[in-house]
């Protein structure tokens, strides 16, 4: 008989498949569509691990469900390749990240076609190559050309490891997200976007999609959308005006004090000669802290008194203006009105300082109206609040905002916690931005028919820590004339953060070799929006943000007919180390996909442990027996497909057989509609054991054998895509496996004529038996008196009574 062999097997099947092109994708109107597609990886020098392998196994089970359903399935891949870590590697190590970036695609290529992942690879493309990167600086100037695209001096996150800025996003509790270190602010001119203009619709239009609460909810809580009321305060002695942002404009006469951001401008205009030191030296200890750290709501409050003055608009009272941290200038106008009677961290700051506290709901002391067993406000009414006093919370809030707008000191806004994203980069491995700065015209932007700008190669990647990006030192790149005025200009040298190279990756694999567009409406039209996303959860508000907002930009240029990128999101558990710890090459315990093939347990047999170890949404720690036995179990399939085959000629039917396949073909096809993997594996399992009874009780060379293990391996081929299309070759089928119509089952198969019923004495289980369908009680009662076992169970006893629950169960009570 032959021998399971996944090193023979494998290589073989991977390049036929290669060869015949058969997982290429074409625009197929007479087939529904299904683009399904796992988040754009990095391809870095590190090999793959088991964790990195499930998400694309999930992404390949799914892709290969759908073409053999009938689907015109579109499944690409393509490199991430812009970013720090290249840049790095090259500074270490001195190959440039174009060598590192070409070596190390070369190598993850080989890993996903080791693994038979179902790629279209005709669609290949890496964002650091320039025929795709034209694309990215064309979408670069489309923002420019709608006004979503601007540069500006600001105060942003530094990282001094890496040398360069970090968007708010990549700020995780002071550190960078990438290296961890801490982080500092430092004053540069640079580029955002406007994403603050899509705000209300990336809120909004988050109904529209099939992703996970949890995910929903982040993007949510960072879009920070409330609305209220911007209100001005006269300065005193002075022609400025503090503008805050509340939602409780109806707690105005409550205003103790006013607090400005430690980076609000106007510091430098209202602090008066005696206070100015303490509120500068205020402001340089508060400038290294995160935001996430001023917001900690257990954190001890500190602040300055600025010695100037606010008045209030609607009763004149004088309100001493402090500065502190836990006003953050992001947010907002960067200034509150304290009122410390009804919010718990005004409250703490005015303890600290012994500052005044109003009350202003007859509720005449202090409320955490954040807290959870918090009273309702809405329910008191207004108290030390002038003319408003008595009014209920609404009538009161309403005439409160009307009197300030008649008054022309407010008006109702909504407000949002994002901000624009900065895109600039002080790095060398980027897509260059494309503008261009004149002395005499400004800033310009590249005519198009000039793009790409090409990133030069370098043999110094080392950023100069100056805030400007190595592409600054190199005179041929930045010396250039200006395309309105033909004058001597310099090119922009800071490059765009990776995440905008990210924002539309999934419209050009549609469309990858389009040399006149960045795609073909028509292509994208057919093909998007992605029906099925599968990656981590740990860009929820950076890349899928950022994706979202590019894609809305599109729908508005007129470019797509679509809001939205990716119908569905599957975010998948992670794998952890046997030891239950995440995997990571510092702790030495991943586990290489290379060297579980190499061992001969097969490819296959590691995706079926992928997706046997749990639900595919939940982390699970890999079992190395595990492995073992999934490779028997795919030993099982294979020695049946081999007895079957040796067997002679022999004559028969079996509808054992035919019922243990069908009602298999319905549980696997329900659980992969479902997503659900491990009870689809699991299914297939149980038919196994079945199939090894059955073959004692039907000769192995009945013909309904062919039809049953030719559907067995079908029902295998999502999961183990080279076992199956070897023993479907085997069994003697045309064509693949792969593009065979997925089964069917009959209904009439699954009607069960018998069923096994739990036989009780007394409570305690004696026994089981057979009985036919829907038999009655008599029956099954003198079927179980016949029984041998439980007989003897009841030999010598009085039967008292029988309860007997149909089909399931029947309980003797005896004394």
Avoid at 50 to 63: E, F, L, S
Avoid at 438 to 458: A, Y
Avoid at 509 to 526: G, I, L, R, S, W
Avoid at 640 to 651: D, M, R, S, Y
Wanted: aromatic residues 10%; negative net charge.
């Amino acid at each position: 008989m032959k021998r399971y062999n996944p090193k023979e097997i494998e290589p073989r099947w991977q390049q036929q498949w290669a060869d015949s092109k058969i997982y290429e994708a074409s625009e197929d109107p007479a087939k529904p569509k299904r683009y399904i597609l796992e988040y754009f990886p990095y391809p870095s020098g590190a090999a793959m691990h088991v964790g990195h392998v499930r998400n694309y196994t999930i992404g390949d089970v799914v892709a290969r469900h759908a073409r053999m359903q009938g689907m015109n399935v579109l499944h690409p891949m393509g490199w991430d390749a812009f970013g720090l870590p290249a840049e790095n590697y090259a500074i270490k190590t001195g190959i440039s990240p174009q060598q590192a970036i070409a070596e190390n695609t070369g190598k993850f290529k080989q890993q996903l076609t080791r693994m038979g992942f179902s790629y279209d690879w005709s669609r290949e493309f890496a964002s650091s190559d320039p025929e795709y990167y034209r694309w990215t600086q064309w979408f670069f100037l489309l923002l420019h050309k709608r006004g979503l695209a601007y540069r500006q001096e600001s105060l942003q996150w530094w990282c001094p490891v890496d040398k360069t800025v970090l968007a708010n996003e990549q700020v995780e509790a002071g550190r960078c997200w990438r290296c961890g270190s801490e982080v500092e602010k430092k004053a540069l001119k640079q580029w955002f976007f406007k994403i603050t203009d899509y705000a209300d619709r990336l809120a909004k239009d988050l109904d529209d999609v099939d992703w996970s609460e949890s995910i929903k909810s982040m993007q949510r809580n960072w879009i920070g959308r409330s609305e209220g009321a911007e209100v001005e305060f006269p300065v005193e002695g002075s022609n400025e005006k503090l503008r805050v942002f509340t939602t409780a404009h109806d707690t105005i006469f409550g205003v103790t004090f006013m607090v400005l951001a430690p980076e609000h401008p106007l510091l430098h205009t209202i602090v008066p000669e005696t206070h100015r030191q303490q509120v500068e030296n205020y402001q340089q200890k508060s400038r290294n802290k995160s935001d996430i750290e001023r917001q900690e709501t257990n954190r001890e409050k500190t602040g300055v008194f600025t010695g100037a003055y606010a008045i209030n608009p609607l009763d004149g009272a004088k309100i001493p203006i402090w500065t502190a941290d836990y006003v953050l200038a992001g947010y907002g106008t960067g200034a509150i009105m304290a009122v410390p009677g009804e919010d718990e961290r005004d409250y703490e700051f005015a303890k600290k300082f012994d500052l005044p506290v109003i009350f202003t709901t007859e509720q005449q002391e202090f409320v955490d109206y954040q807290s959870e067993l918090k009273p309702n406000r809405k329910t008191y009414k207004l108290a030390n609040s002038g003319e408003f006093d008595g009014l209920d919370f609404e009538t009161g809030r309403q005439k409160i905002l009307e009197k300030l707008e008649g008054a022309g000191s407010g008006k109702s806004v909504i407000n949002y916690r994002i901000r624009d994203w900065l895109i600039s980069r002080q790095r060398y491995w980027g897509a260059p931005i494309p503008m261009i700065h004149c002395l005499k015209d400004g800033i310009v932007p590249v005519p198009e028919d000039q793009l790409p700008v090409v990133l030069p190669e370098l043999k110094s990647f080392e950023p100069s820590g100056d805030g400007r990006s190595p592409l600054a030192n190199v005179p041929e790149f930045v010396n250039t004339a200006c395309p309105q005025c033909g004058g001597p200009a310099e090119r922009e040298t800071d490059t765009m953060d990776g995440f905008a190279c990210s924002s539309w990756y999934f419209l050009r694999f549609a469309d990858p070799h389009n040399t006149e567009q960045p795609f073909d409406a028509d292509k994208v039209k057919f093909w998007s929006p992605v029906d099925d996303y599968i990656g981590g959860a740990e860009h929820a508000v950076m890349h899928l943000l950022y994706a979202r907002m590019w894609t809305k930009v599109m729908q508005d240029e007129g470019l797509i007919d679509f809001g939205e990128p990716f119908k569905s999101l599957r975010n998948q558990g992670m794998i952890l180390a046997p030891d239950g710890q995440k995997m990571s090459k510092s702790k030495g315990n991943t586990i290489q996909p290379d060297e579980l093939i190499e061992q001969g347990y097969g490819a296959d047999s590691i995706r079926i442990m992928e997706l046997f170890i749990g639900p595919w949404n939940q982390s699970a720690a890999w079992s190395v027996e595990g492995m073992g036995g999934s490779y028997r179990f795919l030993q099982r399939i294979w020695n049946l497909v081999q007895e079957h085959i040796a067997a002679g000629a022999a004559t028969g039917e079996s509808e054992a057989l035919q019922r243990a396949i069908h009602r298999t073909v319905k549980k696997v096809s329900d659980d992969l509609a479902a997503m659900g993997f491990n009870t689809a594996i699991a299914a297939l399992m149980e038919l196994t054991n079945d199939l090894y009874k059955l073959k004692t009780e039907v000769p192995m060379g009945v013909p309904v054998w062919k039809d049953v293990l030719s559907k067995t391996v079908q029902l295998l081929a999502p999961f183990a895509p080279h076992i199956s299309e070897e023993l479907w070759n085997q069994l003697a089928h045309e064509g693949s496996v792969h593009t065979s119509e997925w089964p069917s089952y009959d209904e009439s198969y699954l009607v069960e004529d018998s069923v096994t019923i739990a036989v009780q004495v007394n409570g305690k289980l004696r026994g089981t038996i057979t009985a036919p369908m829907d038999s009655d009680e008599v029956a099954v009662t003198e079927l179980a008196k016949a029984d041998e076992k439980i007989a003897a169970n009841l030999a010598g006893k009085q039967i008292v009574k029988t309860i007997y629950v149909p089909n399931k169960l029947l309980s003797f009570v005896v004394k």
